[in-house]
């Protein structure tokens, strides 16, 4: 168990530019979380797998962002057309079913 | 929707105090789930305590236990001989139950800064 891991860490990008985070859950974890954090708040519940299918999208995520679990292992968030107010920490987090949610360590994403 | 709020944007102890983080939530369910994750400065977000609704008594982890107060939709976190590892943010967090699966994203507090002192 090596825990959640996410890639990259820190991620800076001018307006208007495409970025793509990825997070690697625990393995046997079904559920996949991505939430958004922004300073001084507590994590946005953006979206959550249920192994590769999708289940829930919340309002906060506008059509420039979309999420993939291709295979149920690995899940990618793309944000397309990126906006100042989309620098944020990016958080996953991953779980089995019945047990708590276990958090990566988050992708920092900053646009200029 | 569920909103989870907590009142106290920063606290700050001597080291070897007690010392009781407030939460109060919202929710009409019935079945439900109820953390306190700490996240420290610059490091990820760890559980620290976890209530089922359905549970009458209080969980407790080591020096951290909870008050949990269905009717009156509290859930507080007390820390007993805080430490200076205890240093950080403090979210309180809501999440249904649903037993078939289903969405169940958690539901956070905007944070407690816990600031424990030498």
Redesign the interface.
């Known amino acids: 168990d090596t825990g959640v891991s996410q890639d990259p860490r820190h991620k800076i990008t001018k307006r208007g530019q495409n970025v793509t985070f990825r997070c690697d859950p625990i393995s046997e974890h079904n559920?996949l979380?991505w939430?958004r954090q922004t300073l001084?708040?507590?994590?946005?519940?953006l979206t959550?797998f249920?192994n590769e299918a999708q289940?829930?999208k919340?309002r906060l995520l506008s059509d420039r962002f979309s999420a993939e679990r291709p295979k149920g292992s690995f899940s990618t968030l793309e944000i397309q057309r990126t906006e100042q107010g989309d620098s944020a920490m990016y958080?996953c987090?991953s779980r089995k079913?019945g047990g708590?949610?276990?958090?990566?360590?988050?992708t920092r994403l900053t646009v200029t | 929707a569920q909103t989870v709020t907590q009142s106290q944007p920063e606290m700050s102890v001597q080291e070897a105090e007690t010392v009781t983080l407030s939460c109060t939530y919202d929710t009409s369910e019935n079945n439900y789930y109820l953390f306190w994750y700490k996240q420290p400065p610059s490091r990820q977000m760890i559980l620290v305590i976890r209530q089922e609704a359905y549970k009458q008594q209080n969980a407790t982890e080591n020096r951290f236990s909870v008050n949990f107060q269905k009717a009156a939709k509290s859930f507080s976190l007390k820390i007993s001989d805080s430490q200076l590892g205890d240093t950080a943010m403090y979210f309180c967090a809501f999440m249904n139950y649903k037993p078939g699966g289903g969405a169940d994203g958690l539901t956070f507090g905007k944070g407690t800064h816990l600031i424990i002192q030498p």
């Open positions: 559920r979380y939430y001084g708040q507590g994590p946005e519940f959550y249920q289940l829930e919340s958080l987090a079913t708590e949610q276990y958090f990566g360590p988050g």
